[in-house]
């Protein structure tokens, strides 16, 4: 069965960086589009980033771009997502998602998330 | 950017009853292209309907989808005590971003 854990969350600065991790299994992870979607505590859901299934589109939502980037390898079925420059507002649950299909197809299975808490 | 508002933002029904969601985006969406998300306390979002009316595999079929252009709605049949929980509308049209509707939580009344 399908199968998303994410890692790599914890507790940072301000400014600071961090790189979570989705680790794929039960689908061919290199035939899907992928994402990252984050909910901030007692918020509802926002979509952070997409990848195509082989790296080459990328896209994010107007608040992290230029600070985060989106990347997979498709050699070891894992998903990445590198923040920098984090921010208060950036504190959140982040789960990684799978795309039934391309950019345009929904989200057909969710990881359990990981928290991100960027405090001083 | 399509902004989804969802309606309301609180429905407060009891086991058995009807629940109707309501999903307004501020432009027209292709009906193709309208999801519905189940999220319980501490737990991910789950795939109920996609294509505004298609139901995700293991879906009781009390869940039903509908809707187009601008209004979509999610009916749940016959409320069930485990159907309590946030619901969220999504469009995941060709442009990012993939934009979500705040949320409706379906509480007991």
């Known amino acids: 069965q399908v199968q998303l854990v994410e890692s790599g969350g914890g507790v940072v600065q301000p400014g600071r960086s961090l790189r979570l991790s989705c680790a794929a299994s039960g689908f061919t992870f290199r035939s899907n589009a992928m994402h990252w979607v984050r909910q901030a505590p007692g918020k509802g859901l926002e979509w952070v980033a997409f990848?195509?299934?082989?790296?080459?589109?990328?896209d994010y939502t107007e608040s992290v771009k230029g600070r985060f980037t989106i990347s997979r390898d498709n050699s070891n079925n894992t998903l990445y997502l590198q923040m920098s420059s984090l921010r208060a507002e950036d504190t959140a649950v982040y789960y990684c998602a799978k795309a039934k299909f391309g950019s345009s197809s929904w989200f057909d299975y969710w990881g359990l998330g990981t928290l991100v808490t960027v405090s001083s | 950017e399509i902004v989804l508002t969802q309606s309301p933002d609180t429905l407060s029904l009891s086991p058995g009853e009807r629940a109707t969601l309501s999903c307004r985006a501020s432009q027209s969406v292709s009906s193709t292209l309208l999801a519905w998300y189940q999220q319980k306390p501490g737990q991910a979002p789950r795939l109920l309907i996609y294509g505004a009316s298609s139901r995700a595999t293991g879906i009781p079929d009390r869940f039903s989808g509908s809707g187009s252009g601008t209004d979509f709605t999610l009916t749940i049949d016959r409320l069930e005590p485990e159907d309590f929980a946030v619901y969220y509308c999504?469009?995941?049209?060709?442009?990012?971003?993939?934009?979500f509707g705040q949320g409706t939580k379906l509480e007991i009344k």
């Open positions: 999504q469009q995941y049209g060709s442009s990012p971003p993939y934009t």
């Open positions: 990848i195509s299934y082989d790296g080459d589109k990328k």
